[in-house]
């Protein structure tokens, strides 16, 4: 089946640093998600893309949709905290998403 | 609006056992989902629905059941448990009429199969 590819897979870095995180994917996707997920909860929406070459903030993340319609990017400015948790992304296909197996984000004061 | 709730949240069966696990949303969503989520596995789907009475399989299926029988309800089936069935198990709902894709969670169901 399809699969994305999300990397990297692990990040531990310190308050106040900037991260960037992707997807890419073999297959082309109409729509990219980008979902949080704190420890023992299910996954929030942080972001939804909707149009190659989309550049979309939400506060101090911004997501991109890639011109080929096969990657999609997220980026974390200035980390704090409780930014910590589980980043996935998604992409939408038919009337189904497909996930990514996550970046697993740690940030040391 | 509670939003996707799910009952139960935690859960341990013996292998053989069966169970209901029920998933509930209250904005109207035509579709509902059932994941599930396995260390280093990401999400994957089990069935889905598109809408009330309707259902359909997902990338990994076998050994789940699953009825919408009402619009608001989608309940996942386990006939005869297995130990490869522990894991979180994961309701969403969305709203495509509308054009959008996104999907909304649950809390989790964690079940533990010995």
């Known amino acids: 089946g399809q699969q994305l590819n999300q990397s990297p897979q692990s990040m531990f870095i310190q308050e106040g640093e900037d991260v960037s995180m992707n997807c890419t994917s073999s297959?082309?996707?109409?729509?990219w998600l980008w979902y949080k997920q704190d420890p023992g909860e299910g996954p929030v929406l942080l972001i939804a893309?909707?149009?190659?070459?989309e550049l979309t903030s939400n506060g101090r993340l911004t997501a991109q949709f890639g011109i080929t319609r096969k990657d999609s990017f997220l980026n974390i400015s200035a980390s704090i905290p409780s930014d910590v948790g589980i980043y996935f992304c998604?992409?939408?296909?038919?009337?189904?998403?497909?996930f990514g197996t996550g970046t697993r984000l740690q940030v040391f004061p | 609006n509670a939003g996707v709730t799910q009952t139960p949240k935690f859960r341990v069966l013996k292998t053989g056992q069966s169970m209901t696990l029920l998933c509930a949303q209250d904005?109207?969503?035509?579709?509902m989902y059932w994941y599930r989520q396995d260390p280093g596995m990401g999400l994957r789907l089990i069935h889905y629905?598109?809408?009330?009475?309707?259902?359909a399989k997902g990338e990994v299926p076998d050994g789940y059941n699953v009825s919408r029988l009402k619009k608001q309800n989608f309940l996942l089936g386990l006939e005869s448990a297995a130990p490869s069935q522990t894991s979180v198990y994961f309701c969403?709902?969305?709203?495509?009429?509308?054009?959008?894709?996104?999907?909304?969670f649950g809390p989790g169901t964690r079940l533990t199969v010995t």
């Open positions: 297959s082309i996707f109409n729509t």
């Open positions: 629905s598109v809408g009330e009475g309707t259902t």
């Open positions: 904005m109207n969503h035509e579709y």
């Open positions: 998604a992409g939408q296909t038919t009337d189904k998403l497909i």
């Open positions: 969403a709902s969305s709203y495509p009429l509308t054009g959008y894709y996104e999907q909304y």
């Open positions: 893309l909707y149009k190659a070459g």
